[in-house]
């Protein structure tokens, strides 16, 4: 630990983040996944359906509401994970504890990637019409990409929730990957929330929840959240303009 420190390559602290972030990560994303088709089909797998979508509370709310649920819950476990980090740290013997870099990586890089699936993870189980569907489609989503990856396919304009590659090192922290990064997570975190205004307008409501039945009612939903769907359209396009330009075209 003092070997690499004194070089100022590698941080143990960062390479300790590192490997609690790797090995919790499929953890995170298999949570969204089998909690998002609960909370999506929590009212129908308890027959409850019709008196809950009785209520006069708009489709929006319900669905945010879903979606908050789960942030807050993977926010209190990407805590606990910090926790483990700091206790790992700890056991082996290093007790110089960089609080900021466990925030920083944890809460600002990883958590709005989470996010990002998290919302992918509730569009998927909304459109799909079986939880199981679902929940395989998504893990889908988790293999699909490094097969991908695997035949060539690399550009992260195209495989959703992928960010730039990054290192952080002692001497120079995030240096020049901290635009790339934060634009490429942006760029998904709007992606998300256009997936997230077209779950709410085709979200199953109702005694008829067929496709015809909820296509005649995306109309009025969507007037209600056009302006939002526009705002995250323009951002998506905005930080997927910049990136590309700066990625393949200088």
Same mark, same amino acid.
């Given at each position: 630990?003092?070997?690499?420190?004194?070089?100022?390559?590698?941080?143990?602290?960062?390479?300790?983040?590192?490997?609690?972030?790797?090995?919790?990560?499929?953890?995170?994303?298999?949570?969204?996944?089998?909690?998002?088709?609960?909370?999506?089909?929590?009212?129908?797998?308890?027959?409850?359906?019709?008196?809950?979508?009785?209520?006069?509370?708009?489709?929006?709310?319900?669905?945010?509401?879903?979606?908050?649920?789960?942030?807050?819950?993977?926010?209190?476990?990407?805590?606990?994970?910090?926790?483990?980090?700091?206790?790992?740290? $700890?056991?082996?013997?290093?007790?110089?504890?960089?609080?900021?870099?466990?925030?920083?990586?944890?809460?600002?890089?990883?958590?709005?990637?989470?996010?990002?699936?998290?919302?992918?993870?509730?569009?998927?189980?909304?459109?799909?019409?079986?939880?199981?569907?679902?929940?395989?489609?998504?893990?889908?989503?988790?293999?699909?990409?490094?097969?991908?990856?695997?035949?060539?396919?690399?550009?992260?304009?195209?495989?959703?929730?992928?960010? $730039?590659?990054?290192?952080?090192?002692?001497?120079?922290?995030?240096?020049?990957?901290?635009?790339?990064?934060?634009?490429?997570?942006?760029?998904?975190?709007?992606?998300?929330?256009?997936?997230?205004?077209?779950?709410?307008?085709?979200?199953?409501?109702?005694?008829?929840?067929?496709?015809?039945?909820?296509?005649?009612?995306?109309?009025?939903?969507?007037?209600?959240?056009?302006?939002?769907?526009?705002?995250?359209?323009?951002?998506?396009?905005?930080?997927?303009?910049?990136?590309?330009?700066?990625?393949?075209?200088?």
């Amino acid at each position: 630990a003092g070997q690499l420190n004194d070089v100022n390559v590698w941080p143990v602290t960062y390479l300790m983040v590192g490997i609690v972030e790797g090995s919790a990560a499929l953890f995170f994303y298999i949570i969204a996944t089998l909690y998002a088709g609960e909370l999506i089909w929590r009212e129908r797998n308890v027959h409850f359906e019709q008196i809950h979508d009785s209520l006069p509370a708009p489709d929006w709310i319900d669905w945010l509401s879903k979606f908050l649920a789960l942030a807050v819950v993977e926010l209190v476990l990407l805590t606990v994970a910090l926790f483990c980090g700091i206790i790992m740290q $700890t056991a082996s013997g290093y007790y110089h504890y960089e609080i900021l870099q466990y925030l920083k990586e944890l809460y600002v890089v990883f958590y709005p990637q989470v996010l990002t699936f998290v919302l992918l993870a509730l569009f998927v189980h909304t459109v799909v019409g079986n939880k199981f569907v679902g929940n395989a489609v998504v893990i889908g989503f988790l293999i699909l990409v490094p097969i991908l990856y695997r035949y060539g396919i690399e550009n992260r304009l195209l495989l959703y929730g992928e960010v $730039t590659p990054y290192t952080y090192s002692d001497m120079n922290g995030y240096g020049h990957f901290v635009p790339a990064l934060l634009w490429s997570t942006a760029y998904w975190f709007f992606v998300g929330v256009l997936l997230a205004v077209f779950a709410m307008v085709f979200a199953r409501r109702g005694a008829d929840v067929s496709w015809p039945a909820r296509v005649r009612m995306a109309g009025a939903r969507f007037r209600g959240l056009r302006l939002v769907a526009a705002l995250a359209l323009l951002l998506a396009a905005g930080c997927g303009a910049w990136f590309y330009y700066n990625t393949h075209v200088l």
